[in-house]
């Protein structure tokens, strides 16, 4: 065998990057389009004669399009509810 001498990349300041793992933060809008175009190509499939995968396509729709709603409601009501709380300090003129 041969004598191999590995480099340990943790001692020349290499490290494993960690963004890998990140879920990436879609916006409303983005989450809408892909929605609407996946039951677009589902209906496109379905009309070639494609019914297994317009089913599979179609049935990402929803749930993108159901995503970008909650999105959107939560966004609203969370600026809804900045509106109403007070910062604690009244000021009497």
């Known amino acids: 065998m041969e004598n191999l001498n ?4 943790l001692l020349h300041g290499i ?18 389009f892909a929605g609407v175009g996946s039951l677009i190509a589902s209906a496109l499939l379905k009309k ?14 929803l749930p993108l399009i159901a995503s970008a709603a909650y999105k959107q409601y939560c966004k609203v009501s969370k600026a809804k509810s900045e509106l109403k709380d007070s910062s604690g300090i009244e000021y009497n003129h």
């Open 48 to 61: 070639a004669g494609q019914n297994k995968t317009a089913a599979i396509v179609g049935s990402i729709g």
């Open 6 to 9: 590995f480099i340990d990349p």
């Open 15 to 32: 490290t494993p990057e960690i963004t890998n793992n990140k879920i990436p933060n879609l916006s409303t809008k983005q989450l809408l």
